[in-house]
């Protein structure tokens, strides 16, 4: 291309440039807003359409540009501001989605593996699944994902640890997070935070967060910057002392890096409703925790949805949707946005055995070598069939799919609004679309936000009967 064309294509280019999120990385024990400063906590849902047996490599939950949309703006509207997507595949094309989600001030988190051949790391034989092949799987992920703004991070690892997992698996996923970390240091424009997703088991689990978070000075980019749980143990109207959330806030508030539920919304007492946002955010949890991401965002036979898409491509927000929705809108942002020197300039602890209390199979910081192959993709850059990301200006819009509430009235007018540069989206700040619904609901199904239309009427009645 000649010069001058060159250089009109990259001034097209800038001033075509999307709007975009900042993005996030970690200080100490928080998440902060990398231009702002300001803390950044997890208001998030788990996103797997289809169910966690529906992966199969051609598509993904970032390849359908529709489905994106309707999900973006209910997910805006509920509130929330990360997505966690468990099986992607890093040679399609995620630009439409990716674009959308940013444009709705929303981040994703990734995990790296997949279920396919060669996909992930055998908890039964790390030895052996710890090889370039696994390596195309992770890297590529990196490389389809490192230039979107809105990438919050990846998970190196989800619940490998367990009662089924041979004695070397901590040591492979440590060398995952370093090999993760190398790769992105060399390859990536900026740092992207990598941890790890553990099972609530609670005998091992300080074990375990010390393990993940400790330096070592013989492999200093194995420490994990962030740890995620998956842990279930609020039910219903449980209780701070009742579910456990006492003693998680205790055995976290040593951390030296950001820690969230992974999953969280135990679904054994329907509907559910959720009193377990209220305590997670507010004062006391909140300097343990950095929020949680509720499993799951579409109704899957295992019955922990919020959203159902029907067959005829409609979808119900369900009563927990309502729910959650109203939970959200309780939360203060500007204590869960507060800075905190403190926490902001903590400083892992060295690793070693004083560190490992409890489990005998969490004690080896002997790392396996990394495959030569693999050191080679960290120098050079993974150049196998990946799409890399770019992202796409999103304008407001309509939402073109029908919603229903849980009553089956029609919502309409649910929008996705492009958010300003710059902005996250936040709970009760984009609540597009009103329900036809008149009839009296009761009080837990009833939607947080009443609609404009409704407010207006309730506030004329109420002026009339004054006069
Ligand atoms: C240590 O492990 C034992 C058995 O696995 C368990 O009963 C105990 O609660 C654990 N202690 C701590 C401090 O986690
Ligand atoms: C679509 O399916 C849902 C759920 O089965 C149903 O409630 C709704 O009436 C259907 N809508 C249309 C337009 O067929
Ligand atoms: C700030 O962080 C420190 C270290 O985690 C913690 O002890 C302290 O309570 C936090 N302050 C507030 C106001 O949350
Ligand atoms: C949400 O809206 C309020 C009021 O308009 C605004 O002050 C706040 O900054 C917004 N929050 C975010 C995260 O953009």
Redesign the pocket.
């Known amino acids: 291309m000649p010069s001058y064309a060159r250089l009109l294509a990259s001034v097209c280019a800038l001033a075509t440039a999307a709007n975009a999120v900042h993005p996030v990385e970690v200080n100490g024990k928080d998440f902060v807003n990398s231009e702002t400063g300001d803390r950044f906590q997890i208001l998030g849902v788990d996103y797997q359409p289809g169910g966690s047996g529906g992966f199969s490599g051609k598509s993904d939950p970032l390849t359908d540009k529709d489905a994106c949309l309707r999900d973006a703006a209910l997910m805006q509207r509920l509130g929330v501001n990360t997505v966690r997507i468990y099986n992607m595949s890093p040679n399609l094309d995620h630009d439409d989605c990716m674009s959308i989600f940013n444009a709705a001030g929303i981040y994703l988190i990734f995990d790296v593996n997949s279920p396919l051949e060669g996909g992930y790391l055998d908890r039964t034989d790390p030895e052996s699944t710890y090889n370039a092949v696994y390596f195309q799987q992770v890297f590529g992920i990196i490389e389809a994902f490192k230039d979107y703004p809105n990438t919050l991070g990846f998970f190196a690892g989800n619940e490998v640890i367990n009662e089924q997992s041979v004695k070397d698996v901590p040591a492979y996923v440590r060398a995952v997070v370093r090999d993760m970390k190398d790769y992105i240091k060399k390859n990536a424009d900026r740092s992207i935070p990598v941890g790890y997703s553990a099972a609530d088991i609670r005998p091992w689990l300080v074990d375990t967060v010390n393990y993940f978070m400790c330096e070592d000075e013989d492999e200093p980019s194995s420490t994990s910057d962030f740890f995620g749980l998956n842990s279930y143990s609020w039910c219903g109207r449980s209780s701070f002392t009742k579910s456990g959330y006492d003693v998680l806030t205790e055995d976290f508030a040593e951390a030296t890096l950001p820690v969230f539920f992974s999953e969280y919304g135990c679904n054994e007492v329907q509907p559910r409703v959720f009193t377990e946002v209220e305590a997670l955010y507010g004062e006391q949890m909140s300097k343990s925790f950095s929020g949680g991401l509720i499993y799951e965002f579409t109704q899957e036979p295992n019955d922990y949805g919020l959203v159902k898409l029907n067959d005829n491509d409609t979808a119900t927000l369900l009563v927990d949707y309502e729910n959650l929705m109203k939970q959200y809108s309780k939360l203060d942002?500007s204590a869960i946005e507060a800075t905190n020197e403190t926490a902001t300039s903590l400083k892992p602890p060295k690793c070693g055995p004083g560190l490992i209390k409890n489990s005998t199979f969490l004690d080896t910081f002997d790392l396996p070598k990394r495959p030569s192959k693999v050191q080679d993709f960290i120098d050079n850059g993974f150049v196998g069939q990946v799409h890399k990301g770019s992202l796409k200006d999103i304008k407001s819009q309509d939402i073109p799919q029908t919603i229903y509430d849980h009553n089956g009235n029609e919502v309409t007018g649910i929008r996705l609004t492009a958010l300003a540069n710059g902005?996250?989206n936040?709970p009760g700040?984009h609540t597009s679309g009103s329900s036809s619904s008149s009839n009296g609901d009761d009080e837990e199904s009833a939607a947080g936000k009443m609609s404009i239309s409704l407010l207006g009427l309730v506030a004329g009645t109420a002026f009339m009967a004054m006069l």
Do not use: D, P, Y
């Open positions: 942002m902005e996250t936040a700040n």
